[in-house]
C-alpha cells in the first residue's frame, strides 16, 4: 500500500513549457485534488475531482489542467508555464473524514 | 468562504516544555472538521490531530491534545513534553462536510513555524 505518489520530486521548467505533475493513489478514494503551498501563504486548492470524470475548479485553477479518467490517477498539467508558479505541489486523496497527501512536487520556472 | 487564521508565524519552546498554538476560524457552516498538519523539514503533510465540530469532547493523541471552542470558533493545538522532533511548521486545516460520502476540501491557515530548542 504505497499511499499517493507523485512524480517527479523535483522539476525546472523554463517560461513557456508544459508539463504534466503525475499523481497516483491506491486505496480506492473517489475524491483527488491537488493544491500549490507558497511561502507564506498555506497550501491553496488548485483543482479537486470527487470521482472518476467529474472535476473542478478551486481557488487558484488558472493555467492548469486536470482531468481523471480512473479513479487511480489525477494528473496536474502546466499548459504554458511562467514564473509565478514556482511553487510546491501536493496531490491528496481523501475518504469522508481525512486528506492524504503525496511527498509534493518543487517546481521552479524560469 | 471559510477562512482560517494563524497569527503566530514563528513559536519556539524548549524541549519538555508545553506549547500552545493558535488558530481561528470563520465558517457559518454547522457540520465540519477541524485539523492541524505537520510539515518537517521534509515537506510531508503528516496529520497531527482531527476535531469533528459536532463532539464537544477536546480531541487528544498522545502529547498532542486541541481545545476546541466552536462558539468562539477557536482550535488550538497543545505540544506537551515537546521534542526536538517537533519542530516543523505546522498548518490548522478546515473542511466542510457536506456529506458522508462526499467531503469537501480543505482550507488552510497560513501556518507557524515551531522550533523546538534543547
Known amino acids: 500500500n504505497a499511499g499517493v505518489t507523485q512524480t517527479p520530486k523535483f522539476q525546472v521548467l523554463k517560461t513557456g513549457q508544459s508539463m504534466t505533475l503525475q499523481c497516483a493513489q491506491d486505496m480506492n478514494h473517489e475524491y483527488m485534488s491537488w493544491y500549490r503551498q507558497d511561502p507564506g501563504m498555506g497550501l491553496r486548492l488548485i483543482h479537486y475531482?470527487?470521482?472518476?470524470?467529474?472535476?473542478d475548479q478551486g481557488e487558484v485553477p488558472n493555467g492548469y489542467n486536470v482531468s481523471r479518467s480512473t479513479t487511480e490517477d489525477f494528473p496536474l498539467r502546466l499548459l504554458s508555464a511562467a514564473p509565478s508558479q514556482t511553487s510546491v505541489y501536493f496531490c491528496?486523496?481523501?475518504?469522508?473524514?481525512?486528506?492524504?497527501f503525496g511527498p509534493g512536487t518543487r517546481l521552479t520556472v524560469t | 468562504a471559510q477562512t482560517v487564521t494563524q497569527s503566530q508565524p514563528e513559536m519556539s519552546v524548549q524541549e519538555a516544555e508545553t506549547v500552545t498554538l493558535s488558530c481561528t476560524y470563520d465558517?457559518?457552516?454547522?457540520?465540519?472538521?477541524l485539523f492541524w498538519y505537520k510539515q518537517p523539514p521534509s515537506r510531508q503533510m503528516i496529520l497531527v490531530i482531527r476535531?469533528?465540530?459536532?463532539?464537544?469532547q477536546n480531541a487528544t493523541e498522545n502529547r498532542f491534545s486541541v481545545n476546541f471552542q466552536k462558539a468562539a470558533k477557536s482550535f488550538s493545538l497543545k505540544i506537551s513534553d515537546s521534542q526536538l522532533g517537533d519542530t516543523a511548521m505546522y498548518f490548522c486545516a478546515f473542511m466542510k462536510l457536506r456529506s458522508f460520502y462526499n467531503t469537501d476540501k480543505l482550507i488552510f491557515g497560513t501556518g507557524t513555524r515551531l522550533q523546538v530548542f534543547p
Open positions: 475531482s470527487v470521482g472518476a470524470g467529474i472535476t
Open positions: 476535531q469533528e465540530a459536532y463532539k464537544q
Open positions: 465558517t457559518s457552516e454547522s457540520n465540519y472538521y
Open positions: 491528496a486523496s481523501s475518504n469522508p473524514y481525512e486528506q492524504y
